[in-house]
């Protein structure tokens, strides 16, 4: 599975970006998907994510009813749509996958996942 993210840029505080991250694979809708974000300096966080067969989207307190993600199976995209943005949402973020069950005590865990995107910037600043 190769993933590519985008959609990251420079927006004021309070703005919306939306970020996709495109996967290849006919299995794309069996994978666990997750968004993290690494900002200087810090480690890397879990952001949001789903599990293959759980209706739930789990999210990060710190973004909680600002973030929200979908996705299609028919471009094996996955967005993470952000309003609300704030100066400390500035980070690098990624989309990773992991094909193998997932139990959900390990579904905000970055070494649990197997692929990941390359990252793309954002930068919430007035």
């Known amino acids: 599975v190769q993933l590519q993210a985008s959609g990251g840029g420079l927006v004021q505080p309070g703005g919306s970006l939306k970020l996709s991250c495109a996967a290849s694979?006919?299995?794309?809708?069996?994978?666990?998907m997750a968004w993290f974000r690494q900002a200087p300096g810090k480690e890397r966080e879990f952001v949001a994510g789903t599990r293959s067969g759980d209706t739930n989207t789990y999210y990060a307190d710190s973004v909680k009813g600002r973030f929200t993600v979908s996705g299609d199976n028919a471009k094996y995209t996955v967005y993470l749509q952000m309003d609300s943005l704030k100066p400390e949402d500035t980070a690098v973020y990624f989309c990773?996958?992991?094909?193998?069950?997932?139990?959900?005590?390990?579904?905000?865990?970055?070494?649990?996942?197997?692929?990941w995107g390359q990252g793309t910037q954002v930068t919430v600043s007035s």
């Open positions: 990773a996958a992991r094909a193998r069950r997932i139990v959900l005590s390990s579904l905000r865990m970055a070494h649990v996942y197997d692929y």
């Open positions: 694979g006919r299995t794309f809708s069996l994978y666990n």
